[in-house]
Structure formats: C-alpha cells, structure tokens
C-alpha cells in the first residue's frame, strides 16, 4: 500500500510539473506574503515574528547572489477569515503574490487555502493547527507545516492518559481550531481507554474564564484540556490558578502552548505543564545558532515553532523553484516539486513532504522546568520524550484528504 501511495505522488508530481514547465513561463522573480496576527493573541507565535524569519529565508535561499528578485510583503488577517481572504485576493490579483506563509488561525487558515487553490499560488501553512488542511479540505496548493491538531491529540492526549488522567473536561475555543483540536483529542483519549465528561465552548480573545472553570471543576475530571492558543491558553490557566483547580487535584492541559505562552505565564505558575512541539530554540546547537541570528533581528522572544515553520517551509520552496529553472507562477507546478523533493534544514532537520501535504518530521513531548531548574533566559522546556516522523502524525493511509488514493 505504502509504495502504491508513493508511486502515485511521484508520478502526478512528475505530470504536473512536467505541464507547468512545458507553458515556458518560467522566470526569476517571487513576491512572498507573509499574512498573520500582527497585534492580536497569536501576535507573539507569528506575526512579526514570522516576517522576520522569512526574511532571514530569503536571504539564506541564496538565490538573490544568483540574480533572482525576490519581495516579502506582509498584512494582519486579524484573526478573521473574511479578511484574510480579502487581503489574499488583493495580494494575488495585484501585487501579484506567489506564495502565503505564517496563517496562524485556523479560521483564516482554511478560507486562504481555498483561495490559494482557487487562483493556484502557493500556500505554506506553520500556524493553523487544524488537521482539516490535509484531511478533507487538503489541496494541490497547500503544504501545512510544523503541527496541527492530530499530532497535538496525540501527543499531549496520550502521554496524559497513559498516565493516568483517563478522565476528561474541555475548554474549547469556539472557531474551527478548538473544535478540530477537541474533536482529535477526544478520539485519542476514548482510544486509548480514557472517558470524556463534557466541554464548554468560549469566544475567542476571552478574557473571563471563570464560568467555563466553574463547569471545569464541577465535572470532576482528572484533565481540564485546553483546546485553544495564545491569549486564551495563558488567561484560562491564570485563572484556574486563581481557582484551585490544579490545587484541587485537577490537571490542566494546554493542548498547543508556545515558549511564549510559558514566558508570559512564568515559571511558578506553567512549572510541571505538559505539552508537544515541534521546534525548540534550545533543542541543538544548529537550533540555538538560528535563534542568534533571528534575535539580532527580533529581541522579543526566541523564535516559535510557527517563525520555525515559515522560514524552513520557505527554504524548501525556494530549492524547488531553483530545481525547476524558475519560477512558473504555477502553484500546483511548485508544491508537486516540494513534494518530489525530501526536505532538510536546520531547524527540523531531514524530512518529506506527503501527498496530502502534511509535512512529517519528530515531534517532541516537554515538560516546563521549575524556577530553579532553569539556568538562563528562555530555559523552560525538559524533553520528555520524543515522537518518530512517521507516528507523530496521521498514517497516510488513514488519510481522509480526496487526493490519497488506497489501493
């Protein structure tokens, strides 16, 4: 089964950008949009951040030595589909943008990735988490990076049920990622023998969490997960705190949490939290040499998993549009080559891109340290364990995407 799937993603890769190259439209000149929440909750994981990183890809590419024109414009989506579509569609019919970064918000996330397919450019996804971008709203335009819901349910949510938070309670933000990060953790907890007892959803951008605690606590479970990101992970567990619910014997788990969650919670209050990445600034010395580098630039933060994933998704596109000869303008054309293509960077290191364009690499389980564990700024995590490529993320073949075929 599994060498039937790669022979189909290679030959429709070969097809389809064996046609593009065949137009002769190909040039040197790229435009990249770098779309995120530049002043909202995910501000912090993106945004700003996130131009800085693919900058710094532009640059490393090495492609402008070699006379290629390549412009980074960037725009806040607010954290709202409708206007994160609007601003594609102006990126693309005038400013004539070939590809898409950063999208953190999973709302936003998905009507830009119908937009992308639509008016065919590239769409390289490292901050929407829901795993609905490569199920069945996956495209021939899209690869998501980094993470997305599955990997998170099946990080976090398994490692605490196994041991033995095996009863359950969620905080759901109440927009596409917290249901899709609900729904795929609450199919790994019944999985693997665990119960859920109820969930309550919020708005986003909460900032008053204490009725949704108040049911948390009532319920009794062993787990309050936190399906939602940001603002509301760090307002929610301020809050409980102020509770007593860990206190009370309950267990909270931040289901995607960020360095700069931690940070802005600070150590006595996250110490002991579980959570899975993909990407820490500290991980390795090519790791730690990158956030160098990115913090001569940018002095707020060390880089997140989400500036991780636009500058290594962007480092890939760049080598694929190098191997074809130029840029065709054809979005298909280019994400086909990213997929022939294995994938290897400093960051994440040795990888590949899927048929369904999930791009697989290890994730990593950590523990946030306790204040005396830490020894320099931003030391917060402590591995735990870590989760191969190839489990870390749904098994092809159980893909729900239209364009796997199972033979």
Known sequence: MKRSIAALVLTTSLVVAGSALAQGKLDKVVKVGSL???????????????????QMAIEDSGLLAKGWKID??????????DIGTNIAKQWIDVEKVDVVVDLASSGVGLAVANVAKEKNIVNLNSGSASSDLTGLQCSPNTVHWVYDTYMLANGTGKALV???????FFLTADYAFGMALERDTAAVVKANGGQVLGGVK???????????????QSSKAKIVGLANAGGDTTNAIKQAAEFGIVAGGQKLAGMLMFITDVHALGLNVSQG???????????NDKTRAF????NEKYKKSPPTMVHAGVYSSLIHYFKALEALGGNPHDGAAVVAKMKEMPTDDPLFGAGSIRADGRKIHPAYLFEVKKPAESKYPWDYYKLVAT??????????????CPMVKKS
Request: glycine share 8%.
């Open 162 to 168: 196994k041991s033995g938070g095996d009863s359950w």
């Open 273 to 283: 939290l579980n959570f899975t990445e993909t990407f820490y600034w500290d991980m």
């Open 291 to 294: 956030t160098r580098r990115f």
């Open 36 to 54: 995120g929440d530049q002043s909202s909750l995910y501000a912090d994981i993106g945004g700003p951040g996130s131009a800085v990183t693919a």
């Open 72 to 81: 980074l414009i960037t725009a806040d989506h607010q954290n709202k589909p």
């Open 202 to 216: 919020h708005p986003l951008n909460n900032s008053d969490f204490s009725s949704f605690l108040l049911q948390a």
């Open 387 to 400: 989760i191969p490529a190839d489990e870390a993320f749904i098994p092809l073949e159980k893909s729900v």
